[in-house]
């Protein structure tokens, strides 16, 4: 039954409640898919299918009984490698980790889904501590994309799109300190949201501190806000979530008729967008006026935040090595260990001075937003470019903040983004269009997003498995 791996989660809980399929065929159909694609593009770190399939088969029994135990009861899942599950080691992407213990903590994120009713397949790739916007690590290698096996999937939660991207499972949870839910999502072809930071309890909290989010990866924006609904709830070891919000499933009806948007097509001539992506998000944003939307060019009121984002990013990598020896240190990506190096070197005044910076940019957007409900922008200037490196040749560009300038200004601000796929380019690689709303505004990035994709701008057809 492998086209069950075709269907959103949604589709598969409609069909557990007819009774026209049960969670055991689901899980065993995206094994079955797991194993056609995952040498091809390394999405998984770990897959335990026996574990898998005890759970679909207790779900299985619920749905049998009419009980049901929660929103996502029987649906396939997958989660990065940086959250702790019970039952195995949280590696992250890192020779440094240790596989020993007893492994018996869930973070929040896997709590709530296995109250839920998940089906855990597995853990996700990540670069190492997911320190990157793409997904190779000296762990697990490179991950690579659905659509051109060349090409890299993103990241840093590459594994968690390329997973959702190929059918793989419908819904997989990323993380995002400066994109990383967004980057890989575009790059694959699948929608994904880092919501406002706090609507999501983390545990361990990330060593790059309030920049980092967790957030759903799906085919499509309804699938995002039942996840997210379930992923949720409240967790006392996160002691900065913020109080429990309204359904997010709820937001999605009521369209965009009379929204105010603000179209950028380059944070006013600050990026270089190739052509054929700001064609796309053009034509994304002309459905959105076709739609109701009240739409109007406009750049939101700042400059490149860059040097600001550095100093707190390249910090947050000098304090998650502080202890490490020699030995371990020598294990490391070399460009982790050159960040961790430079953060090394900022001071107090440093960090405190982009701090500053941060709480401009943040005032500047509820200003912002005080004039426009959502501000769509390119998700990112470019398409996948050649796997295993940071940055694609030839751009000039250092690290991979250089080709990201429409994400991580959004984790200094901690706003709700999400990324929806708009078309393909020339090669047939992915284009995202970005929807960003002021804090605590969710429901509306996903009330646009899930509008897109009533207009039948984007497929919610998983990519055909690579040759």
């Given at each position: 039954m492998t086209e069950l791996s075709a269907l959103t989660a949604r589709q598969l809980l409609a069909g557990y409640e007819k009774g026209e399929f049960s969670p055991v065929d689901a899980t065993r159909a995206a094994l079955d898919r797991i194993e056609a694609v995952e040498p091809l593009v390394n999405a998984f770190v770990r897959v335990d299918a026996d574990e898998a399939m005890a759970q679909a088969e207790a779900s299985a029994e619920r749905w049998r009984r009419k009980e049901p135990t929660g929103l996502v009861d029987g649906?396939?899942?997958?989660?990065?490698d940086v959250f702790l599950m019970r039952g195995g080691p949280t590696l992250r992407g890192s020779k440094t980790a240790q596989r020993q213990g007893s492994w018996d903590?869930?973070?929040?994120?896997?709590?709530r889904l296995r109250e839920n009713g998940a089906v855990f397949l597995g853990k996700t790739t990540t670069p190492e501590f997911g320190w990157k916007g793409v997904t190779d690590s000296p762990l697990s290698g490179v991950t690579r994309n659905p659509?051109?096996?060349?090409?890299?999937?993103?990241?840093?939660?590459?594994?968690?799109?390329?997973?959702?991207?190929?059918?793989?499972?419908?819904?997989?949870?990323?993380?995002?300190?400066?994109?990383?839910?967004?980057?890989?999502?575009?790059?694959?072809?699948i929608f994904a949201l880092k919501p406002t930071y706090g609507r999501v309890p983390l545990f361990p909290?990330?060593?790059?501190?309030?920049?980092?989010?967790?957030?759903?990866?799906?085919?499509?924006?309804?699938?995002?806000?039942?996840?997210?609904?379930?992923?949720?709830?409240?967790?006392?070891?996160?002691?900065?979530?913020l109080a429990p919000a309204e359904s997010a499933s709820a937001a999605l009806e009521g369209g965009v008729k009379g929204l105010r948007v603000a179209y950028s097509p380059s944070l006013g001539g600050q990026v270089a967008v190739r052509p054929d992506v700001a064609a796309a998000v053009r034509a994304a944003v002309g459905k959105?006026?076709?739609?109701g939307a009240y739409v109007e060019e406009a750049d939101p009121d700042w400059t490149e935040p860059m040097e600001a984002f550095h100093t707190l990013w390249f910090s947050g990598a000098a304090r998650l090595v502080q202890h490490f020896g020699k030995e371990q240190r020598d294990l490391l990506d070399p460009g982790l260990r050159e960040i961790a190096a430079r953060g090394a070197r900022h001071s107090a005044l440093d960090y405190l001075a982009a701090v500053d910076v941060r709480t401009d940019l943040g005032r500047r957007m509820g200003r912002f937003h005080t004039t426009y409900d959502l501000l769509v922008t390119p998700t990112l200037p470019?398409?996948?470019?050649?796997?295993?490196?940071?940055?694609?040749?030839?751009?000039g560009h250092r690290r991979w903040t250089g080709w990201t300038p429409f994400t991580y200004p959004f984790n200094m601000t901690q706003q709700p983004a999400a990324t929806v796929p708009c078309g393909t380019?020339?090669?047939?690689?992915?284009?995202?269009?970005?929807?960003?709303?002021?804090?605590?505004r969710d429901d509306l990035v996903l009330r646009a997003a899930h509008a897109l994709y009533g207009t039948g701008i984007t497929s919610i057809t998983p990519a055909p498995v690579p040759a």
């Open positions: 649906v396939p899942v997958s989660v990065k903590v869930d973070a929040p994120v896997v709590a659509y051109d096996l060349s090409r890299t999937s993103g990241g840093s939660s590459g594994g968690s799109a390329a997973a959702v991207a190929l059918g793989a499972v419908p819904l997989s949870v990323g993380t995002d300190g400066g994109g990383s839910v967004r980057i890989p999502a575009s790059f694959c072809g909290s990330s060593p790059f501190g309030t920049l980092a989010h967790a957030g759903p990866m799906t085919r499509d924006a309804a699938d995002a806000a039942l996840l997210l609904d379930a992923m949720s709830g409240p967790d006392w070891r996160d002691w900065s979530q959105l006026a076709e739609s470019i398409t996948a470019f050649e796997a295993g490196v940071e940055v694609p040749e030839g751009s380019d020339a090669d047939g690689l992915p284009i995202g269009v970005q929807l960003v709303a002021a804090r605590h």
